[in-house]
C-alpha cells in the first residue's frame, strides 16, 4: 500500500533532496495515449471508405460504375475499394487497446507491464493503413471530377486535383494501380495536399490566392 509507482519521486517537505529518481518508471501513460491515437485516427480511414463506395457505386454518384469507361470491360476502382475496405477493417483488429494486457515478467519483478512498445508499433500501422486509405479516395475523387468535365468545382479544390494529376493521370482504361496509389500516398505523406489548401484554411491567411493577384 506504501509503494511508489511515480518516476521521478518529489518530496517537497526534504529540502536536501526534494525530487528523486527512482527508476519507477511505467509506460501505460503513454501507451494509452497510442491506443487513443489508433482509435481516433482509424475514424479518418472509415470515414473516407465511405465517401469512396458513393464515389465508386454507379446508383449513388451517377458517374460510371466504378469511375472507369466502357464498364464491364474495364474493372476501375473497384479493387481500389475493396484494398480500401481491407485496410479499414485491418485497423479495426489494430485499433483494440494494447494497454489492456499484462504478462509478468523478470521473475515476478514486472508484474505490471504497459504493452507500450506495441502500442506504438501498432499506432503507426494504424496510421500507414490510413494514410492509404486517404490517398486511394483523393484518387478517386480526381477521377470523379475529371468525368465532370467541363463543369469546375471550387478553386482549392481544382488546384489540388491539378496537383493530383501532376503526379497522376487520368484514368482512362485498366491498368496496374499500385504505382497510383503509391505516388497518390506520397503526397499524403509528404504534405503537399495540405500545402496547396493550407492558404484556404490558415487563420492568419488575409487574403486567398485567388484575391492577391
Not at 10 to 22: A, K, Q
Not at 25 to 30: D, R, S, V
Not at 105 to 134: F, I, P, Q, Y
Amino acid at each position: 500500500m506504501n509503494a511508489a509507482t511515480d518516476n521521478p519521486m518529489v518530496f517537497p517537505n526534504d529540502i536536501s533532496h526534494p525530487i528523486v529518481s527512482g527508476g519507477n518508471f511505467h509506460g501505460e501513460y503513454p501507451a494509452k495515449v497510442l491506443d487513443y491515437l489508433a482509435i481516433a485516427i482509424h475514424e479518418v480511414a472509415s470515414m473516407s471508405e465511405r465517401r469512396i463506395e458513393r464515389l465508386v457505386n454507379a446508383s449513388l454518384s451517377g458517374l460510371p460504375a466504378f469511375l472507369v469507361p466502357d464498364g464491364g470491360l474495364n474493372s476501375g476502382f473497384m479493387i481500389a475499394h475493396v484494398a480500401a475496405a481491407a485496410l479499414v477493417s485491418e485497423n479495426k483488429g489494430l485499433c483494440h487497446p494494447s494497454s489492456i494486457d499484462s504478462i509478468s515478467t523478470s521473475a515476478a519483478k514486472e508484474d505490471h507491464v504497459s504493452m507500450g512498445g506495441w502500442a506504438a508499433r501498432k499506432a503507426l500501422s494504424v496510421v500507414a493503413n490510413v494514410e492509404t486509405v486517404v490517398a486511394i479516395e483523393a484518387l478517386a475523387a480526381a477521377q470523379a471530377l475529371d468525368f465532370l468535365n467541363p463543369l469546375t468545382t471550387t478553386l482549392p479544390l481544382q488546384q489540388l486535383l491539378a496537383t493530383i494529376r501532376s503526379s497522376v493521370p487520368f484514368y482512362d482504361k485498366d491498368r496496374y494501380l499500385k504505382p497510383d496509389i503509391d505516388a497518390m500516398t506520397l503526397l499524403v505523406q509528404s504534405g503537399t495536399l495540405l500545402q496547396v489548401l493550407a492558404p484556404y484554411f490558415s487563420p492568419h491567411t488575409t487574403n486567398s490566392p485567388s484575391s492577391s493577384s
